[in-house]
């Protein structure tokens, strides 16, 4: 087993856009990070993230430029490659989650995501994929709802009065 990787001698899809898109982000970034102090003095508060951007803003550069040197990949196209079905798929649900978030609220749409999500990728029983979602919603609504007290949409379960009920068992 070699210890170094070897250079790629061929571009596969979408390394140019790829490429080209680092450069974007990083000179948006050195562009963030200038806006905080300026080149105003090198210990200042934005000279770290100004070299940071710097640096990876000329590294994006070399990438890039090797990249271009490179002759295509024959017999690969950019959607089978970089964007095939299951993440079209995937990114769909996300959306459609993202949608329906604040009005059915955060347990009814993250159980149905949950369930779609990992029934469609484990391709398991029913019944495990509804413990599967059951036991992951109920993690996540503990860490964040219950600990962290984060709050989350309420849509159409009531939840304060299903967490009223709850506490008052206790009291």
């Given at each position: 087993?070699?210890?170094?990787?070897s250079i790629p001698?061929?571009?596969?899809?979408?390394?140019?856009?790829?490429?080209?898109?680092?450069?974007?982000?990083?000179?948006?970034?050195?562009?963030?990070?200038?806006?905080?102090?300026?080149?105003?003095?090198?210990?200042?508060?934005?000279?770290?993230?100004?070299?940071?951007?710097?640096?990876?803003?000329?590294?994006?550069?070399?990438?890039?430029?090797?990249?271009?040197?490179?002759?295509?990949?024959?017999?690969?196209?950019?959607?089978?490659?970089?964007?095939?079905?299951?993440?079209?798929?995937?990114?769909?649900?996300?959306?459609?989650?993202?949608?329906?978030?604040?009005?059915?609220?955060?347990?009814?749409?993250?159980?149905?995501?949950?369930?779609?999500?990992?029934?469609?990728?484990?391709?398991?029983?029913?019944?495990?994929?509804?413990?599967?979602?059951?036991?992951?919603?109920?993690?996540?609504?503990?860490?964040?709802?219950?600990?962290?007290?984060?709050?989350?949409?309420?849509?159409?379960?009531?939840?304060?009065?299903?967490?009223?009920?709850?506490?008052?068992?206790?009291?």
């Amino acid at each position: 087993m070699s210890s170094h990787e070897s250079i790629p001698e061929t571009r596969k899809p979408g390394e140019r856009l790829f490429g080209f898109l680092l450069i974007i982000g990083s000179v948006y970034l050195f562009w963030q990070s200038y806006k905080i102090s300026g080149f105003s003095d090198l210990s200042s508060a934005g000279a770290f993230p100004m070299a940071t951007a710097a640096t990876m803003l000329l590294a994006s550069c070399i990438v890039f430029v090797n990249t271009l040197k490179l002759p295509a990949t024959q017999g690969m196209d950019f959607f089978s490659h970089c964007f095939p079905p299951i993440v079209a798929i995937i990114m769909a649900l996300i959306l459609i989650y993202a949608v329906v978030l604040e009005s059915l609220g955060f347990i009814l749409s993250s159980f149905i995501f949950l369930f779609i999500s990992i029934q469609f990728l484990y391709r398991r029983s029913v019944l495990t994929t509804l413990a599967i979602s059951l036991l992951s919603l109920i993690m996540v609504y503990i860490v964040f709802r219950l600990v962290f007290q984060v709050v989350l949409p309420e849509g159409i379960v009531p939840e304060r009065d299903i967490i009223a009920s709850i506490t008052a068992l206790w009291r």
